[in-house]
């Protein structure tokens, strides 16, 4: 072996030194890419796990970098959230998303009301022009409140004050959907649930990966019987994300999830796709 200590040469890892290279590149690209228009977003439909319907859609960022080809939002929200570029790509999404739902609805008008999902970071809930901002875009483009749906992670709220709370108050007095996402993945006490105001409660992947073994496994199934009575008791409508069968999806729905997304039904895509599929639904 060889001795210890001695050169850095010696200690560097070829593959770590590939991760610093690139979190480097990106960092320095990604101020000038929301002005290069190198973002996009594309649309993963949610459905109605009663009949199969599809209720609207979650917009989901991809940059493509001028090397790096398309990167997936692991990739640099995080950067972005250390820079504070979440602040004017978060606003950029909003302002896409609610125009693409805005859209849907003029042209689709026979497909249903269907509703957009935004995801949006804790830096932007910290951020003082959250709600003016949301405000100033439903109604320039002319989308009624309650067809948004804003996802904020369990972990973002997990022991939030009421000053973070108040920006999502108001927007949900208007009427916007505030959805706890990724739940199942914090310790958030279940109880603590009525003090936050969301409607919607976005189970993790993580949380029904479970059933798609067979047979499932029936704690896991208490688990998930036990978060939805939970949640219709508190008035919350229950999403369920990752839903890859579908076996899955069929004992979600016996256990009472009302909405589903997942690559079972469809994987994210450009926004027309989402045209078909609705239009489809609606002429059976
Ligand atoms: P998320 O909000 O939990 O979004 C769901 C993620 O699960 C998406 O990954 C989606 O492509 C993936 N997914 C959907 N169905 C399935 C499935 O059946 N199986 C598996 N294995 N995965 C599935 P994506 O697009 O890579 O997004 C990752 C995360 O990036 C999102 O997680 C969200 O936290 C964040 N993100 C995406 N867009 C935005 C944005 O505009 N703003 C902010 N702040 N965060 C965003
Ligand atoms: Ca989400
Ligand atoms: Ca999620
Ligand atoms: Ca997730």
Request: aromatic residues 6%; hydrophobic residues 40%.
């Amino acid at each position: 072996a060889k001795s210890a200590g001695g050169n850095r040469f010696e200690l560097a890892d070829p593959e770590v030194d590939a991760r610093t290279i690139t979190r480097h590149g990106l960092t320095t690209a990604l101020p000038t890419a929301l002005a290069r228009g190198e973002f996009f977003i594309e649309y993963q439909p949610l459905v109605h796990l009663a009949d199969g319907s599809v209720s609207g859609a979650e917009a989901l960022v991809r940059w493509t970098h001028p090397q790096h080809g398309v990167l997936g939002p692991d990739r640099f929200i995080p950067l972005a959230e250390h820079t504070g570029l979440i602040v004017p790509l978060g606003r950029w999404v909003l302002e896409e998303a609610v125009r693409q739902a805005r859209d849907w609805q003029v042209k689709h008008a026979d497909a249903g009301p269907l509703r957009i999902n935004v995801n949006l970071s804790p830096v932007q809930l910290h951020h003082p022009g959250l709600v003016a901002d949301t405000v100033e875009i439903l109604e320039r483009i002319g989308l009624e409140p309650g067809a948004l749906c804003l996802e904020v992670t369990e972990s973002a709220l997990i022991g939030a004050d009421d000053d973070l709370l108040k920006p999502l108050r108001r927007l949900a007095e208007m009427g916007v959907d505030i959805a706890l996402d990724d739940f199942g993945t914090g310790y958030s006490n279940l109880a603590n649930l009525r003090r936050l105001p969301v409607s919607v409660l976005k189970l993790d992947r993580s949380f029904t990966q479970g059933m798609q073994r067979y047979p499932v496994d029936p704690v896991d199934l208490k688990i998930v019987e036990g978060v939805v009575s939970l949640a219709h008791s508190l008035d919350l409508s229950v999403t369920v994300e990752g839903v890859e069968t579908g076996a899955q999806a069929e004992q979600l729905r016996d256990l009472g999830c009302d909405t589903a997304q997942g690559w079972y039904y469809a994987r994210p895509g450009p926004p027309d796709r989402l045209h078909t599929l609705a239009l489809v639904d609606a002429t059976g």
